[in-house]
């Protein structure tokens, strides 16, 4: 049982030293001027299970927001594609009125002969 608790615990260090890295490295990313001695200092503070569930909370939700665009992308794809449908039906409806005006035109000026 020691080195299954001993595994254990290495796992969840291990895992709490993941999420802190991303954690790190999104902070950074969005705060370019942050100090990394700063949050090494605040991350220390905080429980190793608090920071372990946070983070994963913090990846849950970033993985929830990640499918809402993925689908949010597909329905705007879908929508162009309809679009250009109809862009192109628009098209030809067009150029079947050319022509029917054409015809009209045609008649209207044999009419305007035999009157």
């Given at each position: 049982m020691d080195s299954e608790s001993g595994s254990e615990k290495e796992e969840a260090d291990y895992e709490a030293n993941v999420l802190v890295g991303l954690v790190a490295t999104l902070t950074s990313e969005a705060e370019p001027e942050s100090d990394f001695e700063d949050e090494n200092e605040v991350y220390s503070k905080i429980p190793r299970e608090e920071l372990i569930e946070s983070l994963k909370?913090?990846?849950?939700?970033?993985?929830?927001?990640?499918?809402?665009?993925?689908?949010?992308?597909?329905?705007?794809?879908?929508?162009?594609?309809?679009?250009?449908?109809?862009?192109?039906?628009?098209?030809?409806?067009?150029?079947?009125?050319?022509?029917?005006?054409?015809?009209?035109?045609?008649?209207?000026?044999?009419?305007?002969?035999?009157c």
């Open positions: 909370e913090l990846l849950t939700l970033f993985e929830h927001r990640t499918n809402e665009l993925i689908d949010l992308k597909e329905k705007y794809v879908v929508l162009m594609k309809q679009q250009e449908s109809t862009i192109l039906d628009l098209k030809a409806f067009e150029e079947e009125l050319r022509g029917f005006d054409f015809i009209c035109n045609t008649y209207e000026d044999r009419l305007k002969i035999l």
